[in-house]
């Protein structure tokens, strides 16, 4: 367990490879996509991209399943490289546009719906899932215990706050109001503390730590665990 902390922002932007690579692999209509505008836009979101999907880039073949990864320039290369399927809901993206990228590069790569509804099919030498867990989906645990037994390794990046900071939501499936409570990094460690002997160094404590490399004040650190098909 690690966190996003200045130092280790300092040090990924003495080689900000991942704004070059954006800029030189971007093709019309990117854009659209969240994740390709929120990577272009923030250094800190890139150092989160580096944490987790790094050396995906240095090799090949391996069976990568990416949980509401959405879609940047770089996906492409994952694409060509890896047998690499992507769950995603695309609450932030025309759905449309992801089956045009897969025209595109020929591949069908998009399972398109909630992770918690699809069946699993086979076992993954990775299973991402970045930046949508605790904050963007409260179901951390459940997902661990579908997804654990399916991966050689599963790797997390967990969003949470260590100040109070909450949202007023309404359901889809109904009229009811819901005030959303973030969690803080006490309730994200009590999950992983769970599964420690999967972790190395589960140094859980650094969890609320309060210094934070983002404007909005949010707390990430970065989580890899042996999965149980390892
Ligand atoms: C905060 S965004 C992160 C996107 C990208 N991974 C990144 O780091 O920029 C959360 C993503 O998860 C997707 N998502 C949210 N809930 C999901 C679910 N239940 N199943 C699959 N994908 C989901 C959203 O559509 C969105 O693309």
């Not at 992507?86 to 398109?112: C, M, N, Q, Y």
Request: net charge negative; proline share 3%; glycine share 6%.
């Amino acid at each position: 367990v690690f966190l996003l902390d200045s130092s280790r922002l300092q040090e990924y932007l003495r080689n900000d490879w991942i704004v070059e690579q954006l800029q030189r692999e971007e093709r019309a209509g990117d854009e659209i996509f969240i994740a390709h505008r929120w990577l272009k836009a923030s250094p800190a979101k890139r150092l989160m991209y580096d944490c987790v999907y790094h050396d995906f880039f240095e090799c090949r073949g391996l069976r990568i399943l990416d949980v509401g990864g959405s879609f940047c320039s770089l996906s492409r290369a994952l694409i060509q490289r890896h047998i690499y399927s992507l769950l995603e809901l695309a609450a932030h993206d025309p759905s449309t546009d992801l089956r045009s990228v897969e025209r595109a590069v020929g591949k069908r790569f998009w399972i398109e719906g909630d992770w918690y509804s699809q069946p699993i099919t086979g076992t993954y030498d990775v299973i991402v899932a970045n930046d949508l867990f605790p904050n963007v989906d409260q179901r951390l645990e459940l997902f661990i215990e579908k997804f654990l037994p399916a991966c050689r390794e599963m790797r997390l990046s967990l969003t949470y706050y260590n100040h109070p900071r909450f949202y007023l939501t309404k359901r889809v499936d109904g009229e009811e109001i819901l005030c959303m409570l973030a969690w803080n990094g006490r309730q994200t460690g009590q999950v992983l503390a769970k599964h420690a002997d999967r972790i190395n160094q589960p140094t859980l404590e650094l969890l609320e730590a309060n210094e934070s490399v983002f404007e909005n004040g949010r707390q990430v650190c970065i989580v890899r665990l042996r999965g149980a098909a390892a």
